[in-house]
C-alpha cells in the first residue's frame, strides 16, 4: 500500500498532513463549544532526501472540538488538568510522516523503507498573555524509530486582520530537539546500505528551529477556509547524510471545511 494511500486512510479515521504540528491555535482564555467540520485539503510535502519529488496529493480532513478533545487532521490532543485562563496539561498523539520508499529516488535505490509511525505524548500550554506558549513531548509507539522529539514554540492569533472579519492570522516559532534513535532511522545509513557514492552514516540528536503561519477565513455560518505552510531548518546532524541534498523541510496545506 502505498503511503499517500495509507495516510489518506489515517485521516479518515480521525487520526491528515505530514507538517507534524499543524493545528489550530488552543486558547486557555475560552472553553469552546463543539465543533465538528469536515473537508478537504490539497497538501504540498517537500523533503529534505536526496532526489526525492515534491508531493502533492488531496486529502480529506476532520476538524472536531470540545473542552476537552481536540482533533485536527494527524494530530489529536485531550485536557487532563488545568487552570481556566492560566494552563493546560494535554495528552498528545499523532503521526509522523517522515521517511520514503527505495524507489521515491534513485539515491535511495537499495535503502529500506522508512515508515510512517505513531506517538504518543504530553503537552503543556500556558497563557504568556502575549502569545502562547507550548511544550510537547512525544515517543514512537510502533517500534519503527523508537525515539522522541521535544517542541517548544509560541503561537500568538491576531483577530480580524486587514479589517476584515472572521479573517485570522496565527503565526508560530520554536525549536525541537530530536533524538538519535529519531534521527537515525530517517536520515542514516546502515552497513547493509552501502554503496559507492553513499557510506555509512549515522545520525545523532540535533537542534532544530520552526515556524509556520495559518490562515483561517470563516466564509458563512456554516463553510470555513484554512491555508498553512511550516518550515523546519534541519541541523547538520540530519544535513550531513549522504541521502539528504537540504537543510530544511516545508510543508503547505490548505482546504474547506464544513460544520455539521
Not at 158 to 172: A, D, H, R, V, W
Request: with cysteine.
Amino acid at each position: 500500500m502505498s503511503k499517500i494511500v495509507y495516510l489518506a486512510m489515517l485521516v479518515s479515521i480521525s487520526l491528515p498532513l505530514a507538517a507534524q504540528d499543524h493545528q489550530p491555535l488552543e486558547s486557555l482564555n475560552e472553553q469552546p463549544q463543539r465543533t465538528f467540520q469536515l473537508g478537504a485539503a490539497a497538501l504540498w510535502l517537500q523533503k529534505p532526501y536526496k532526489g526525492v519529488d515534491t508531493d502533492c496529493y488531496g486529502l480529506p480532513f476532520l476538524f472536531y472540538q470540545d473542552q476537552k478533545l481536540t482533533i485536527f487532521g494527524p494530530m489529536a490532543s485531550y485536557s487532563f488538568f488545568g487552570k481556566e485562563n492560566h494552563w493546560a496539561l494535554q495528552g498528545l498523539t499523532r503521526i509522523r510522516t517522515e521517511g520514503y520508499d527505495n524507489d521515491d529516488s534513485r539515491y535511495l535505490d537499495g535503502m529500506s523503507d522508512r515508515d510512517l509511525t505513531l506517538e504518543l505524548g504530553l503537552r503543556y500550554l500556558t497563557d504568556l498573555d502575549f502569545a502562547v506558549l507550548s511544550m510537547d513531548f512525544s515517543h514512537d509507539v510502533l517500534d519503527k524509530h523508537r525515539g522522541y522529539e521535544f517542541r517548544l514554540t509560541l503561537r500568538k492569533m491576531f483577530q480580524n486582520i486587514m479589517g476584515i472579519e472572521s479573517l485570522n492570522l496565527t503565526p508560530s516559532a520554536g525549536i525541537n530537539w530530536r533524538s538519535k534513535q529519531l534521527n537515525d532511522y530517517y536520515y542514516g545509513v546502515r552497513p547493509s546500505e552501502v554503496i559507492a557514492g553513499r557510506p555509512e552514516y549515522h545520525a545523532g540528536g540535533s537542534l532544530g528551529w520552526l515556524c509556520g503561519l495559518q490562515l483561517d477565513y470563516k466564509l458563512s455560518e456554516k463553510w470555513s477556509l484554512f491555508s498553512m505552510v511550516n518550515v523546519e531548518w534541519l541541523s547538520s546532524e540530519i544535513a550531513d547524510s549522504p541521502i539528504v541534498e537540504g537543510d530544511y523541510s516545508v510543508s503547505l496545506l490548505f482546504g474547506a471545511l464544513f460544520e455539521f
